[in-house]
Protein backbone atom coordinates (compact mmCIF):
# COMPACT_ATOMS: atom_id res chain seq x y z
CA UNK A 1 0.00 0.00 0.00
CA UNK A 2 1.15 3.73 -0.41
CA UNK A 3 -0.04 6.32 1.79
CA UNK A 4 -0.50 9.95 0.59
CA UNK A 5 -1.02 12.73 2.91
CA UNK A 6 -2.02 15.77 1.87
CA UNK A 7 -1.86 19.36 3.55
CA UNK A 8 -1.76 23.45 2.55
CA UNK A 9 -5.14 23.85 1.97
CA UNK A 10 -6.82 26.66 3.58
CA UNK A 11 -9.69 29.80 3.35
CA UNK A 12 -7.74 32.00 1.11
CA UNK A 13 -9.47 35.03 -0.70
CA UNK A 14 -9.55 35.31 -4.75
CA UNK A 15 -6.06 36.51 -6.69
CA UNK A 16 -4.37 34.69 -3.43
CA UNK A 17 -2.00 31.66 -3.72
CA UNK A 18 -1.89 28.36 -1.94
CA UNK A 19 1.04 25.69 -2.12
CA UNK A 20 -0.36 21.61 -1.21
CA UNK A 21 2.04 19.35 -0.63
CA UNK A 22 1.42 15.76 -0.78
CA UNK A 23 3.62 13.05 1.40
CA UNK A 24 3.96 9.66 0.01
CA UNK A 25 5.20 6.68 2.14
CA UNK A 26 4.80 2.86 1.53
CA UNK A 27 6.17 2.29 -2.00
CA UNK A 28 9.01 3.59 -4.21
CA UNK A 29 8.14 7.35 -4.88
CA UNK A 30 9.70 7.30 -8.51
CA UNK A 31 7.61 4.13 -9.83
CA UNK A 32 4.54 6.14 -9.90
CA UNK A 33 3.04 8.79 -12.27
CA UNK A 34 1.51 11.67 -9.15
CA UNK A 35 -1.46 13.77 -9.92
CA UNK A 36 -4.21 16.03 -8.24
CA UNK A 37 -7.86 15.70 -8.62
CA UNK A 38 -10.55 17.97 -6.70
CA UNK A 39 -14.29 17.07 -6.22
CA UNK A 40 -16.69 20.55 -5.09
CA UNK A 41 -20.11 18.83 -3.75
CA UNK A 42 -22.47 17.51 -6.07
CA UNK A 43 -20.01 17.38 -8.49
CA UNK A 44 -17.82 14.64 -9.99
CA UNK A 45 -14.13 14.06 -9.18
CA UNK A 46 -11.94 16.18 -11.80
CA UNK A 47 -8.45 16.04 -12.97
CA UNK A 48 -6.37 18.69 -12.06
CA UNK A 49 -2.88 18.12 -13.14
CA UNK A 50 -0.40 15.31 -13.71
CA UNK A 51 3.58 14.66 -13.64
CA UNK A 52 5.58 11.78 -14.55
CA UNK A 53 8.33 10.17 -12.43
CA UNK A 54 11.07 12.36 -13.27
CA UNK A 55 9.06 15.59 -13.54
CA UNK A 56 9.78 15.51 -17.45
CA UNK A 57 6.44 15.68 -18.71
CA UNK A 58 3.30 17.64 -16.73
CA UNK A 59 -0.16 17.88 -18.16
CA UNK A 60 -3.12 20.24 -16.59
CA UNK A 61 -7.02 20.32 -17.46
CA UNK A 62 -7.37 23.82 -19.25
CA UNK A 63 -9.14 25.54 -16.33
CA UNK A 64 -6.02 26.02 -14.24
CA UNK A 65 -3.25 25.67 -17.01
CA UNK A 66 -1.14 28.86 -16.75
CA UNK A 67 -2.21 29.15 -12.97
CA UNK A 68 -1.17 26.39 -10.97
CA UNK A 69 2.18 24.26 -11.01
CA UNK A 70 2.66 20.36 -10.19
CA UNK A 71 6.34 19.26 -9.01
CA UNK A 72 7.62 16.75 -7.03
CA UNK A 73 10.87 16.23 -5.00
CA UNK A 74 11.92 13.02 -5.67
CA UNK A 75 14.73 12.55 -2.80
CA UNK A 76 11.44 13.71 -0.16
CA UNK A 77 8.60 11.46 -1.91
CA UNK A 78 6.71 14.48 -2.31
CA UNK A 79 4.37 16.11 -4.68
CA UNK A 80 3.44 19.68 -4.91
CA UNK A 81 0.73 22.07 -6.40
CA UNK A 82 0.99 25.51 -6.48
CA UNK A 83 -1.73 27.26 -7.09
CA UNK A 84 -1.82 31.08 -8.23
CA UNK A 85 -4.73 33.88 -8.96
CA UNK A 86 -6.95 31.86 -6.73
CA UNK A 87 -10.61 32.08 -8.10
CA UNK A 88 -14.06 31.23 -5.93
CA UNK A 89 -14.45 28.41 -8.74
CA UNK A 90 -11.55 26.47 -7.02
CA UNK A 91 -13.26 25.52 -4.25
CA UNK A 92 -12.68 22.21 -3.42
CA UNK A 93 -11.82 19.06 -1.72
CA UNK A 94 -7.55 18.45 -3.36
CA UNK A 95 -7.03 15.04 -3.65
CA UNK A 96 -3.52 13.58 -4.51
CA UNK A 97 -3.31 10.54 -6.54
CA UNK A 98 -0.97 7.81 -7.63
CA UNK A 99 -0.65 5.58 -10.04
CA UNK A 100 2.28 2.65 -10.63
CA UNK A 101 3.92 3.68 -14.29
CA UNK A 102 1.37 5.11 -16.56
CA UNK A 103 0.02 8.24 -17.26
CA UNK A 104 -3.09 9.33 -14.95
CA UNK A 105 -5.99 11.46 -16.64
CA UNK A 106 -9.36 9.98 -15.24
CA UNK A 107 -10.03 9.07 -11.60
CA UNK A 108 -10.61 5.59 -12.55
CA UNK A 109 -6.93 5.20 -13.66
CA UNK A 110 -6.11 6.14 -10.21
CA UNK A 111 -4.07 2.94 -7.92
CA UNK A 112 -4.26 5.08 -4.96
CA UNK A 113 -5.71 8.08 -2.92
CA UNK A 114 -5.02 10.71 -0.43
CA UNK A 115 -7.85 11.70 2.40
CA UNK A 116 -8.00 15.37 0.67
CA UNK A 117 -7.32 18.86 1.65
CA UNK A 118 -9.75 21.68 1.69
CA UNK A 119 -9.66 25.17 -0.85
CA UNK A 120 -12.08 27.75 0.22
CA UNK A 121 -11.46 30.81 -2.15
CA UNK A 122 -13.74 33.65 -1.30
CA UNK A 123 -14.69 36.50 -3.94
Known amino acids: QMQLVESGGGLVQAGSSLRLSCATS????????MAWFRQSPGKDREFVAA????????TYSDSVKGRFTISRDNPMNTLYLQMNSLKPEDTAVYHC????????????????WGQGTQVTVSA
Open 97 to 112: AARYHYNIQHQQEVDY
Open 26 to 33: GRTFTYYT
Open 51 to 58: INWNGGST
